[in-house]
């Protein structure tokens, strides 16, 4: 059974930084992509961030946010910094189905809340 548990969230300023972890147990972490996304109150989920198993990336906070994984640690990261208010949202980590961060992700954590305050 996968399992994905991400910490890190938590109430910051605007302009501040955050890094959001996710541990992920259960397959082999090294095989698969993984992704970042969040959920604004009232929005729909968005994507953020994602990571493929050499370590590309593609996100979608050009110049703020970085994605970044620790195949030993099992453990991908979200590095935020320049935070405004509107990324104040659930942020959720992912798991994809393959090596390649390609279609929808099937596996998901439980959420982690950031606040940014003006």
């Known amino acids: 059974q996968v399992q994905l548990v991400e910490s890190g969230g938590g109430l910051v300023q605007a302009g501040g930084s955050l890094r959001l972890s996710c541990v992920a147990s259960?397959?082999?972490?090294?095989?698969?992509?993984m992704g970042w996304f969040r959920q604004a109150p009232g929005k729909e989920r968005e994507f953020v961030a994602a990571i493929n198993w050499r370590g590309s990336s593609t996100d979608s906070v050009k110049g703020r946010f970085a994605i970044s994984r620790d195949n030993a640690k099992n453990t991908v990261y979200l590095q935020m910094s320049s935070l405004k208010p509107e990324d104040t949202a659930v942020y959720y980590c992912?798991?994809?189905?393959?090596?390649?961060?390609?279609?929808?992700?099937?596996?998901w954590g439980q959420g982690t809340q950031v606040t940014v305050s003006s």
């Open positions: 259960g397959r082999t972490f090294s095989n698969y992509a």
């Open positions: 992912a798991q994809y189905p393959g090596v390649l961060n390609i279609g929808s992700p099937n596996y």
